[in-house]
Nanobody, 116 residues
Framework: QVQLVESGGGLVQPGGSLRLSCAAS????????MGWYRQAPGKQRELVAQIVSGAATNYASSVKGRFTISRDSAKNMVYLQMNSLKPEDTAVYYC??????????WGQGTQVTVSS
């Protein structure tokens, strides 16, 4: 069982930056991939960024060059540095973790609002 807790969301002006953090806890697990998803009102949840085995990264085209995902495996943390934020980045951001043989684990979500 894996528990995920996100932090770092908030209100920011367009062009600003935020850093999201996600802490994973539990026992007897080995996470091979962690990622960030987001869901805006009336829209489906979508992948924002993913990091696999602590190295390989994958980004949604809408955030490439602006967002950076990183992972501290020793601390079981994953981060999402978000720069040059746009109003269309407004959403609830969810942390996810993948382990072998189990469905994805999800955090409770953190709200990011980009508005002037």
């Amino acid at each position: 069982q894996v528990q995920l807790v996100e932090s770092g969301g908030g209100l920011v002006q367009p062009g600003g930056s935020l850093r999201l953090s996600c802490a994973a806890s539990g026992s007897g697990f080995s996470i091979y991939a962690m990622g960030w998803y987001r869901q805006a009102p009336g829209k489906q949840r979508e992948l924002v960024a993913q990091i696999v085995s602590g190295a390989a990264t994958n980004y949604a085209s809408s955030v490439k060059g602006r967002f950076t995902i990183s992972r501290d495996s020793a601390k079981n943390m994953v981060y999402l540095q978000m720069n040059s934020l746009k109003p269309e980045d407004t959403a609830v951001y969810y942390c996810s973790a993948r382990t072998v043989g189990y469905p994805p684990y999800w955090g409770q979500g953190t709200q990011v609002t980009v508005s002037s």
